[in-house]
């Protein structure tokens, strides 16, 4: 079997591709444009795997994907690739939807054209829009109705639609799975939990949105690449699967425990303006991948957060060169072009 895994430079991509060298006798072909979300270096151990290939490319480039599905041959896609900040979508929202909205339907055609087993949509729990705080009885089900807040999940949830229009028009074999906030090795630092232990490092003030209420549910990034491929081996062909961690926390609880562990100062907090139409609570019911996969999170989020923490003490070099701006340049010391 050959996995195309677009994004797969990316934080939950790349744990998905070091989950499938690791445990399955598959081809991985990862492509990343490695635009600023997308690190080459991530990728370093397993570069010269010999069933592992990096491409550098745009799924928006039709002509590229084509050729790349023509010559590759692939048995399964996994789409990961997308623009996927909230606060980079509000700025500037026409990039999210030439990249999330686009971006798939050119997948799902070179999909359809090479008769492709499957096509697996990584999407969000965000499509969903929020709950509210004061109903901890209310969850996220498969059936809730999608209901945005931001150009980020309005174009992933407009992906969503594309895909499953592929698979009731064509018949492609889809699946899809939307799964709650992950974290763990290698997310991005402009994300909440590894901003947060960067800048309690450097003893900077750490800024939270509001006053730090809003609830996300937890999902450690292995458990997640667990789940995805269960859906790919065995979900059923056209169906979502809500991937959550029941793991509830506040940003600002979240905040302190991190502060706790690296015996910092909660005075290092300092509350900004919030986020324009900052979502209130999300929370998943993973029912449905229970009952017909056997899916359950294994990694409780005091476990989860410790294994996280002690990744960026001991791989600071990794997010120092993001920080600096110096991983960029990675790509071209690798290959001498750009």
Request: hydrophobic share 35%.
């Amino acid at each position: 079997m050959k996995y195309l895994v677009t994004g797969g430079a990316g934080f939950i991509g790349s744990n998905y591709v070091f989950y499938l060298l690791d445990s399955k006798e598959i081809d991985v072909v990862c492509l990343d444009n490695l635009t600023y979300a997308g690190n080459l270096s991530t990728l370093k151990d397993v570069m010269d795997h010999p069933r592992f290939k990096f491409v550098k490319g745009d799924i928006t480039d039709r002509e590229f994907i084509n050729k790349l599905f023509e010559d590759e041959k692939f048995d399964v896609v996994v789409n990961f690739a997308a623009e996927s900040h909230v606060d980079r979508s509000i700025d500037n929202p026409a990039i999210f939807l030439e990249t999330n909205v686009m971006g798939t339907q050119i997948l799902l055609d070179a999909a359809l054209k090479h008769d492709i087993k499957r096509y697996h949509q990584v999407s969000t729990d965000e499509v969903y829009g929020d709950l509210p705080l004061d109903r901890p009885d209310l969850f996220f089900t498969e059936d809730t109705p999608l209901r945005t807040s931001s150009p980020y999940s309005s174009s992933k949830a407009g992906s969503d639609l594309l895909v499953q229009s592929y698979y009731k028009t064509y018949g492609l074999p889809i699946t899809i799975s939307r799964c709650s906030n992950n974290y763990g090795p290698y997310q991005f630092p402009e994300k909440l939990i590894p901003l947060i232990i960067s800048r309690a490092l450097a003893d900077e003030k750490l800024p939270i949105y509001g006053t730090g209420e809003n609830v996300r549910d937890w999902l450690y990034v292995t458990d997640h690449c667990k789940a995805i491929q269960l859906i790919i081996e065995n979900g059923t062909v056209g169906d979502v699967y809500n991937i959550g961690g029941h793991n509830e926390f506040s940003n600002l609880d979240v905040v302190k425990i991190i502060l706790e562990r690296l015996h910092k100062p909660e005075s290092l907090i300092t509350y900004v303006s919030d986020r324009k139409g900052h979502d209130m609570r999300y929370a998943i019911d993973p029912e449905k991948i229970h009952r017909e996969l056997g899916w359950l999170p294994e990694t409780p989020f005091a476990e989860g957060i410790n294994l996280t923490i002690d990744w960026y003490l001991n791989n600071k070099e990794w997010w120092e060169e993001i920080l600096s701006g110096e991983y960029q340049n990675y790509y071209e010391k690798m290959y001498g072009q750009e």
